[in-house]
């Protein structure tokens, strides 16, 4: 049975940093490229990173450029993305997945929940 688990999120000021974590089960982690994404309140999921199977490439959203950081640890298969200079815009649900062929592959977990204040 695939578990993906988010945690990390929290209440923040603009301009902090957070952490988030998700702990991947169920599959063959590094075999799969992973992303995080995100969905703002009353907006669709976004994708935000991506990372290949043996993080030799990462790719991000423009919004994402620059303050992000999105990693894995495919002994503890986790994926993680630090998150620098928060802004309000930053704020919403943010998922993990993997993907194939772009595509995410899982069913959703519970998300970890992020709002940056002004």
């Not at 030799?56 to 993680?80: E, H, L």
Request: glycine share 10%; hydrophobic share 35%.
């Amino acid at each position: 049975q695939v578990q993906l688990v988010e945690s990390g999120g929290g209440l923040v000021r603009a301009g902090d940093s957070l952490r988030l974590s998700c702990a991947a089960s169920g599959f063959s982690f590094s075999r799969s490229v992973m992303a995080w994404y995100r969905q703002a309140p009353g907006k669709e999921r976004e994708l935000v990173a991506t990372v290949t199977k043996t993080d030799d490439k990462r790719n991000y959203a423009d919004s994402a450029k620059g303050r992000f950081t999105i990693s894995r640890d495919n002994y503890k298969n986790t994926v993680s993305l630090q998150m620098n200079n928060l802004k309000p815009d930053d704020t919403g649900v943010y998922f993990c997945n993997a993907l194939v062929l772009g595509s995410t592959i899982y069913p959703w977990g519970q998300g970890t929940h992020v709002t940056v204040s002004s």
